[in-house]
């Protein structure tokens, strides 16, 4: 059996589709960054674009909020790929550091650029004492935030499979769905059913752990693919994936072959 190719207008109609659903992400933290941003343009700290008017005042700080932002999840991210085992409090300790030395570069850089004054050399330590006073409150506030976003796992239900268990944190149109698999993206999971697809906020470790009973396995360090999803495989260029039930496929790195191979799934 051969997967079934995509036509460039499906391809296409898939970029859109993703690029949808990022942008509603992103709507909702640049929703949050202007709340952020009208904030500190009421308080004004660290004395910074004090003579720029309101509006231009707004879009500073807005500015540094997205920034430190940015920075913050570049270096999460960057921890979880080298860093895993990293405890949380130093790793979030980490990610506040390098987003205040990210913004307090910023400011040095916009009051030179836009005010034409270099801040003093016996001031950056304050500065940068302040800058790392908020980056933390902001990197406490958005961690407890994802935990409690981070829904606990729901209870066992009688007689119900452990992917039947884990359907159950989506939406209920997916409750009698098939999982196909689960794939990361960045700090979301992407959860393959026969209904469709859907984002939920989870590690893939927590993911696996509540999958642990189910007839499915890892087959790459960001995708975990049920068995009896799997309708066939292709190779192109020495990379294996395998073909699940909704076209989608899944990459089988080579850390996890053996086990694919030992499942049966791949020759």
């Excluded at 940015?70 to 270096?75: D, H, I, S």
Aim: proline share 6%; with cysteine.
């Amino acid at each position: 059996m051969q997967p079934e190719r995509l036509t460039k207008r499906e391809m296409r109609g898939g970029v859109r589709l993703r690029i949808a659903i990022n942008w509603k992400q992103r709507g909702r933290e640049l929703a949050i960054f202007c709340v952020i941003g009208a904030f500190l343009t009421v308080i004004r700290p660290y004395n910074a674009a004090g003579s720029l008017p309101l509006w231009a005042n707004f879009a500073f700080w807005t500015g540094l909020i997205a920034l430190g932002s940015l920075a913050a999840e570049l270096t999460l991210a960057l921890l979880r790929r080298h860093a895993g085992a990293m405890p949380v409090l130093a790793m979030l300790v980490v990610v506040t550091l390098t987003t205040a030395l990210t913004v307090t570069a910023a400011i040095m850089l916009i009051e030179r650029l836009l005010m034409g004054d270099f801040i003093p050399l016996p001031y950056l330590p304050r500065l940068f004492g302040l800058v790392w006073v908020i980056s933390a409150a902001m990197t406490a506030v958005g961690y407890m935030l994802e935990r409690s976003f981070l829904a606990p796992p729901p209870e066992p239900m009688e007689g119900a499979s452990p992917a039947e268990t884990f359907l159950s944190r989506l939406p209920v149109r997916y409750r009698t769905a098939e999982l196909y698999a689960v794939s990361a993206e960045d700090h979301y999971l992407r959860v393959h059913t026969s209904f469709g697809e859907e984002l939920i906020l989870m590690r893939l470790a927590d993911a696996m752990r509540e999958l642990a009973g189910a007839e499915g396995l890892q087959v790459h360090r960001s995708w975990w693919v049920s068995k009896a999803a799997v309708r066939d495989t292709n190779r192109q260029g020495g990379k294996l994936s395998l073909v699940l039930a909704s076209g989608k496929e899944a990459p089988v790195s080579r850390t996890f072959l053996p086990e694919v191979k030992a499942a049966g799934l791949a020759a």
